[in-house]
C-alpha cells in the first residue's frame, strides 16, 4: 500500500521534466503526492468501510473517491476523472487511462485468493475506467501484487503477466531513450511491472521505473505496489515518506496497515529480504510523531 505511495511521490517531480537514469536524489522537499496517492488511500478506505465478502465494494469506491477526493481539488485529476469526482450521479466514462492501474494496491494486499484479487481489482475500477484494457490494467497490477504478497518468485509473476496479460519481450535498456509520455494502461503497465522484474531491491524498481521516462509518478506508482509486497519497504525510506502525508492521509494508511500488515525490507549483504510487521502490533494514528515512531521501528521477524 505505502509502497505504491511512495512510488508516485518520488516520481512526482519527474513527471514532466523526465530523467531517463537512476542516478537521482530519491526523495527531496520538490516531491509531492498526487491524485495516485489520494486515490489509493480513497480505495484502501473503500476496502476498509466495506461488507466482509465485498459486496458493496463498487459503491464504496464511488463513495471514498468522491468524499476525500473532493478534499483535494489540485492534486492532479484527469479531466474526466475531476468531472466524475464532482458529479451527482457519477457513471463509468468508458476510459482505459492508467490511473485504473495505479490506485489499486490496497486490493493486492486484502485478497485472500487469486480470483478475490481480481473480482476487487474490477469492482473497484469499473465504476470508473470500464473500458477492456483499463480494467484488465488494473487486474494485472492487483494480480502482480498478491502474487508477490503470496510468495510467487520474480520469474513465476512475470510468466503470469507475459501470458494473461501484456507480453514481457522487452528491457528496459530497449525502451528507456524512446518510452514516451503514454496515459493508457497499456502503455504504462507493462513498463510499470518491467521496472519490478529488472530489480533488485525496492528502491532498485523505483529508480527502474523513473528512468524510463513518461508519466512517471504513475510508472513508479504501480512499481511501487508490487515492489512492496514482494521485497518490502526500507524502514529509511518508510520514514521518510510518510513526513509527506498530512493527518487524514496518515489515518487511512494506519488503518490499512494495522488490518493488512506492511512489508519491510530487511538487507543482508546482498539479499533483500521481506520482514512483515507482526499482525498484533498495531499503530496508533492519533498523533503523527506516534505513527513515525511506531511504524519505523525495526521489525521482529515472525
Known amino acids: 500500500m505505502l509502497g505504491a505511495i511512495i512510488g508516485d511521490i518520488v516520481g512526482s517531480r519527474f ?69 466524475w469526482i464532482v458529479a451527482e450521479s457519477p457513471q463509468p466514462y468508458g476510459s482505459f487511462g492508467n490511473g485504473a492501474a495505479m490506485r489499486v494496491s490496497a486490493a493486492g494486499f486484502a485478497a485472500s485468493s487469486m480470483e478475490e484479487a481480481k473480482q476487487l481489482a474490477r469492482d473497484m475500477t469499473a465504476v470508473t475506467h470500464n473500458h477492456p484494457e483499463g480494467m484488465k490494467g488494473a487486474e494485472a497490477t492487483v494480480v502482480a ?5 503470496s510468495g510467487s518468485s520474480i520469474l513465476e509473476i512475470r510468466d503470469e503477466i507475459d501470458k494473461n496479460y501484456y507480453p514481457m519481450n522487452f528491457t528496459l535498456r530497449q525502451i528507456r531513450s524512446s518510452y514516451t509520455f503514454d496515459e493508457t494502461c497499456q502503455g504504462t503497465v507493462p513498463q510499470a511491472l518491467m521496472a519490478f522484474f529488472e530489480s533488485t531491491g525496492f528502491e532498485d524498481a523505483i529508480r527502474n521505473a523513473v528512468s524510463i521516462g513518461g508519466d512517471s509518478d504513475t510508472l513508479a506508482a504501480i512499481t511501487g505496489g508490487v515492489a512492496e509486497a514482494y521485497y518490502g519497504i526500507p524502514a529509511d525510506i518508510r520514514k521518510h515518506a510518510l513526513t509527506f502525508l498530512d493527518e487524514e492521509l ?38 503523527r510523531e506516534n505513527a513515525w515512531n511506531l511504524r519505523c521501528k525495526p521489525p521482529t521477524p515472525t
Open 145 to 149: 501484487i498478491y502474487m508477490a504478497r
Open 15 to 83: 513527471e514532466w521534466n523526465n530523467y531517463r537514469a537512476k542516478d537521482f536524489e530519491f526523495l527531496t522537499y520538490k516531491c509531492f503526492p498526487t491524485d495516485d496517492s489520494i486515490m489509493s488511500l480513497a480505495l484502501a478506505q473503500a476496502i476498509m468501510e466495506s461488507k466482509s465478502d465485498y459486496s458493496d465494494l463498487s459503491e464504496k469506491a464511488v463513495e471514498c473517491m468522491q468524499r476525500i477526493g473532493r478534499k483535494y481539488p489540485d492534486c492532479g485529476y484527469g479531466g474526466s476523472f475531476r468531472n
Open 250 to 287: 496518515l489515518r487511512i494508511l494506519t488503518e490499512i496497515e494495522n488490518k493488512y500488515p506492511p512489508m519491510m525490507e530487511k538487507q543482508t549483504k546482498d539479499m533483500h529480504v521481506p520482514v512483515k510487521r507482526k499482525r498484533a502490533r498495531k499503530v496508533s494514528g492519533d498523533s
